[in-house]
């Protein structure tokens, strides 16, 4: 079975541009959680989707916003990148609402976003 | 407010040795309580969880966590410690009802020869 996929490993950009980051759960979890891991910051929520609507949102600005697609795939869009927004962006899923809410998150490997 | 703490950022443990890592958490009910380990530029993998039942729990690489009611604690633990467990540990919780997973700010564990 494969894991959580994440797209790019790494990505480098400049301040001002935009950041599309892909996400592609393990077959049949429907919900999928972007997290934001910045260096001695520790695991900070972003966002959550399930059944391609957005579930739950952590304190983070509105440049950050995302979707998920009929596949369950999903993707993580930054705008207006600021250096602060370097960080190691991780994707999890779980089975989903409905299918067990005390279900682990599986992660994928994370892309790593450099701001220059 | 619901929450999951680690009061260690930084263990230093001598390889064979016995390993263990705190996490107490602030619900207002039993949580669902998990432990993840993250080697450098990865992402996170579970080692065990907790939902209900028997308090010890026995996961992968030979970890194991007890949660203790008494002292909202779910510590994590391994009786020898090998080099290849050098890495991050993260405490997590759910209250349920598709509520998100907090999780702690992370041990780094260091093994010595």
């Known amino acids: 079975e494969a894991g959580v996929t994440q797209s790019p490993t790494h990505l480098i950009k400049t301040r001002g541009q935009q950041a599309t980051l892909r996400c592609s759960p393990i077959?049949?979890?429907?919900?999928v959680y972007w997290y934001q891991q910045a260096l001695g910051l520790g695991l900070q929520f972003l966002l959550w989707?399930?059944?391609?609507?957005?579930?739950n949102r952590g304190n983070f600005p509105p440049r950050f916003s995302g979707r998920q697609f009929p596949n369950y795939s999903s993707e993580l869009n930054v705008n207006a990148l600021e250096l602060e927004d370097s960080a190691l962006y991780l994707c999890a899923s779980s089975p989903g609402v409905g299918r067990g809410d005390n279900q682990p998150q599986h992660f994928g490997d994370g892309t790593r976003l450099s701001i220059l | 407010a619901q929450s999951v703490t680690q009061p260690d950022i930084h263990i230093t443990v001598s390889e064979g040795a016995s390993l263990e890592l705190r996490c107490n958490y602030s619900?207002?009910?039993?949580?669902?309580l998990f432990w993840y380990v993250q080697s450098p530029g990865q992402g996170l993998q579970l080692l065990l969880k907790y939902f209900s039942g028997d308090t010890l729990v026995q996961g992968i690489k030979g970890f194991e966590a007890e949660f203790k009611r008494s002292q909202s604690s779910f510590n994590l633990r391994k009786p020898s410690v090998h080099w290849s467990d050098a890495a991050e540990y993260f405490c997590?919780?759910?209250?349920?009802?598709?509520?998100?997973?907090?999780f702690g700010t992370g041990t780094k564990l260091q093994v010595i020869p």
């Open positions: 619900y207002g009910a039993t949580p669902y």
């Open positions: 997590a919780g759910n209250s349920g009802g598709y509520q998100k997973v907090t």
């Open positions: 077959s049949g979890h429907t919900s």
């Open positions: 989707y399930d059944e391609g609507e957005e579930r």
